[in-house]
DNA sequence: CCGGATCCCACACGATACTG
DNA sequence: CAGTATCGTGTGGGATCCGG
């Protein structure tokens, strides 16, 4: 159903079946659109309210105009986020997340927090395992 | 705590403050490590059981050698999974989670077992889109 | 059996300039 | 305001050979 166990996904994702070849394993289809610089960070942005195409420039300062408007695309292109072009002078646009998206970004979010929440421990291993590699 | 909300998220996540420059915000830099192409893969098999270096080739049979040393080793390095050496002739090498790593894979199961459960709705969503676009 | 070292390429991504 | 178009680059990742 909806919690698969480790194995189930495993044999969804290893393509041990020829029918799926890497790009249609389901698992890897869908975590290479999310997978990618700025994908998340839109869709925290944008599970609060809608946002137009410039607020979310703001949202997120660091981001090219030419990814924001190519990740947009993508998530609109997978049914997490829709469009609405309003034909005012200037025109603006607006986006906002979907139902679907909604309903992943529950998940993610909980990877997220689990980031924000667990990122003093990861740091600690790195720094220990940057010098016991020193020992070379 | 452990589940935060979009907004703080958010903030964790635009480097709105000035110390964190891209590389410090907790969540992307927690993000780009696990959006690599294999490491969900890796993490999926291990969750299971320790595995061996070849027991994984062939768990995840297209990955090439290159990657699978390269993501083991970023994976230990961030204090997700464990390797020891068994200086049997030949050696063996095994590979297992960390209580860190379980934790983060239980969060990361949730997005798994969701897109492996919409993964139609998304292939549906995608050739509506691009049907749309013909119209060009 | 478990990798390290090297070569090479595709593509994600950034910077800049231009349009309706 | 909300994008497209073009160009240039860094690096993630594959293929192959080599070593303990």
Redesign the interface.
Same mark, same amino acid.
């Given at each position: /159903? @909806?919690? +698969?166990t $480790? =194995? !189930?996904?495993?044999s969804?994702?290893?393509? @041990?079946k020829q029918e799926w070849n890497?790009d249609n394993c $389901?698992? +890897? %289809?869908? /975590?290479?659109q999310i997978? &990618?610089?700025w994908a998340?960070?839109l869709l925290?942005?944008l599970? !609060?309210k809608p946002y137009r195409f410039g607020e979310l420039r703001r949202?997120?300062? @660091?981001i090219s105009q030419r990814m924001l408007t190519q990740t947009l695309r993508d998530l609109? +292109? @997978? &049914?997490y986020v829709e469009r609405t072009v309003f034909p005012t002078k200037p025109p603006s646009v607006e986006y906002k997340m979907t139902p679907?998206g909604h309903?992943?970004f529950s =998940?993610?979010? &909980?990877? /997220?927090?689990?980031?924000?929440?667990?990122?003093g !421990?990861?740091?600690?291993? +790195?720094e220990k395992? %940057?010098a016991s590699e020193l020992a070379a």
């Open positions: /159903m @909806d919690q +698969r $480790p =194995r !189930e996904l495993l969804f994702s290893s393509c @041990d890497a $389901p698992v +890897r %289809d869908v /975590m290479n997978a &990618g610089k998340t960070l925290l942005a599970s !609060e949202l997120v300062p @660091d609109q +292109r @997978d &049914g679907l309903s992943l =998940r993610l979010q &909980g990877v /997220m927090s689990w980031a924000a929440a667990h990122h !421990e990861i740091r600690a291993a +790195r395992f %940057d």
